[in-house]
């Protein structure tokens, strides 16, 4: 939104975002080493989730003449992520044929937040 009064111009921005997304999948490997074979099976799943309450930008600025003007803008992001990511593997010398298992459960959640402000 702007506002225009004579010389002086405002203006505000505000912004909401959703971002959520899902990961599946298999990651077979096989590591040759000279005398031994490895198998490397993995199966991961993820879920994630970015979530903007709110993102706002306010600002303001003065027309000195018609080449300068004088301003100022206050800007604040914030985001809250969270994040589910989880693995399953099987190692061993023979394919279909594990000799270990392991299991990793990641959970994250941040909140990363930016301010700013300019002077014009």
């Given at each position: 939104m702007n506002y225009k009064a004579g010389k002086w111009n405002?203006?505000?921005s505000l912004e909401h975002l959703k971002r959520a997304y899902n990961?599946?999948?298999?990651?077979?490997r096989v590591f040759y080493d000279g005398q031994?074979?490895?198998y490397y099976?993995?199966?991961a799943y993820g879920k994630?989730?970015?979530l903007g309450p709110p993102n706002l930008r306010l600002g303001t600025d003065f027309t000195l003449n018609g080449r300068h003007s004088i301003g100022d803008m206050v800007y604040f992001n914030q985001n809250k992520?969270?994040?589910d990511f989880n693995t399953a593997t099987l190692i061993g010398n023979q394919p279909q044929h594990p000799q270990q298992f392991i299991?990793?459960?990641n959970y994250l959640v941040n909140t990363p937040q930016t301010q700013e402000q300019q002077f014009r």
């Open positions: 405002s203006f505000q990961l599946d999948g298999t990651f077979p031994q074979t490895t099976d993995q199966e994630s989730k970015n992520r969270w994040e299991t990793a459960h």
